[in-house]
């Protein structure tokens, strides 16, 4: 079973930065993507970015140009650098493993921005 541990939530202020992390419990090389989702309340779980095993990025519309998704496999690690954040990035934040055979998720790490 893959684990995936997030860290790094918190709350910002608006125009703020901050720096998720994904811990697998995989090497994140074998994965065929590592995806962050978020969720905020009362709406749907939304994919925000997707580093495919090839090392190509994809981003939602909503957060091109401030997100940045990138992955250290020698750590097994996969961050999200958010910057310019708004009060509409409030979400909780989960790191997503799509491979062979599975589709794992982390715990979760709650994102607030706000003043």
């Known amino acids: 079973q893959v684990q995936l541990v997030e860290s790094g939530g918190a709350l910002v202020q608006p125009g703020g930065s901050l720096r998720l992390s994904c811990a697998a419990s995989?090497?994140?090389?074998?994965?065929?993507?590592m995806n962050w989702y978020r969720q905020a309340p009362a709406k749907l779980r939304e994919l925000v970015a997707r580093?495919?095993?090839?090392?190509?990025?994809n981003y939602a519309d909503s957060v091109k140009g401030r997100f940045t998704i990138s992955r250290d496999i020698a750590k097994n690690t996969v961050y999200l650098g958010m910057n310019s954040l708004k009060p509409e990035d409030t979400a909780v934040y989960y790191c997503?493993?799509?491979?062979?055979?599975?589709?794992?998720w982390g715990q979760g790490t709650q994102v607030t921005v706000s003043s």
């Open positions: 580093i495919s095993r090839n090392g190509m990025t």
């Open positions: 995989i090497s994140i090389f074998s994965a065929n993507a």
């Open positions: 997503n493993a799509a491979g062979t055979g599975y589709d794992s």
